[in-house]
C-alpha cells in the first residue's frame, strides 16, 4: 500500500482552506486523538461476537470521519468492515481487523508528519 496516500493532499488543501491556516493544527490533533482513540479501543482485544459490535461502530465512526481529511484509504477499509459486519460475513470482518488497526498506525504517523511540517 502505498503511504502517500493515507493522507490525500488535496483534501487537506481544501480542508485547510475551509477552516483556515490558523485551525488547521488544532483540527489535525483532534483527528489524529480520535485515531488514537480507536487505535486503544481495538487493539489488543480478542475478536469475539461482543467485541465485534464495538469494532463495527468504530469502522462506522471512521467511515463518517475519515473522508474529510483525506484518509480515503482508511475509510475505505472501514467502509470495507462496516458491510462484512453489516452482512454477516463475520471471518471477513474478522481477519480484517489487524489491517485496520495497520492503517490507523500509519495514518497517526502521516498526520504527525503533516502536523511537523505545518508548524
Known sequence: MDELNLLQSDKITSLRAQVGVEAMP???D?????LQQYIGQIEGIAVSEENREMIARTCHAIKGSAPSFGATLLAEKATEMDAFYKQQLLQEFDSQCFELISLLRRTVFKLEQLQ???H
Request: without cysteine; charged residues 20%; glycine residues 0%.
Open 30 to 34: 483532534i483527528f489524529k486523538q480520535e
Open 26 to 28: 488544532a483540527l489535525l
Open 116 to 118: 511537523a511540517q505545518l
